[in-house]
């Protein structure tokens, strides 16, 4: 006999706001690393975020900001997909 479970859709929102924080919290962190540690090596993943001077207000604001959106969009993406697979 089979049995069917039924799982939820994810709430796309919550999702956004989750991923949104654990990036900025990620580029801060890496941020802080590339700060601190003489050989630099979170520079690579916070490079991606902006052009600006790594120690300049800009590369903050620009670096917490693109995180934000870029959580926002795999919470887009990651949230449809997941919530379309699931209710097939």
Same mark, same amino acid.
Request: charged share 5%; net charge positive; proline share 5%.
């Given at each position: &006999? @089979?049995?069917?479970?039924?799982? @939820?859709? $994810?709430?796309?929102?919550? %999702?956004?706001? =989750?991923?949104?924080?654990? *990036? !900025?919290? $990620?580029?801060?962190?890496? *941020? &802080? @690393?590339? *700060? %601190? $540690?003489? $050989?630099?090596?979170?520079?690579?993943?916070?490079?991606?975020?902006?052009?600006?001077? %790594?120690?300049? @207000?800009?590369?903050? !604001?620009? =670096?917490? !900001?693109?995180?934000?959106?870029?959580?926002?969009?795999?919470?887009?993406?990651?949230?449809?997909?997941?919530?379309?697979?699931?209710?097939?």
């Amino acid at each position: &006999m @089979a049995t069917r479970t039924h799982h @939820a859709p $994810l709430n796309i929102v919550a %999702l956004g706001w =989750g991923f949104s924080a654990a *990036l !900025a919290v $990620l580029f801060v962190i890496c *941020l &802080m @690393a590339a *700060l %601190l $540690l003489p $050989l630099r090596p979170a520079h690579g993943w916070v490079g991606l975020w902006s052009a600006a001077p %790594l120690t300049s @207000a800009q590369f903050w !604001a620009e =670096g917490i !900001a693109y995180s934000i959106a870029a959580g926002w969009i795999g919470a887009g993406v990651f949230g449809a997909v997941y919530n379309y697979f699931v209710s097939r």
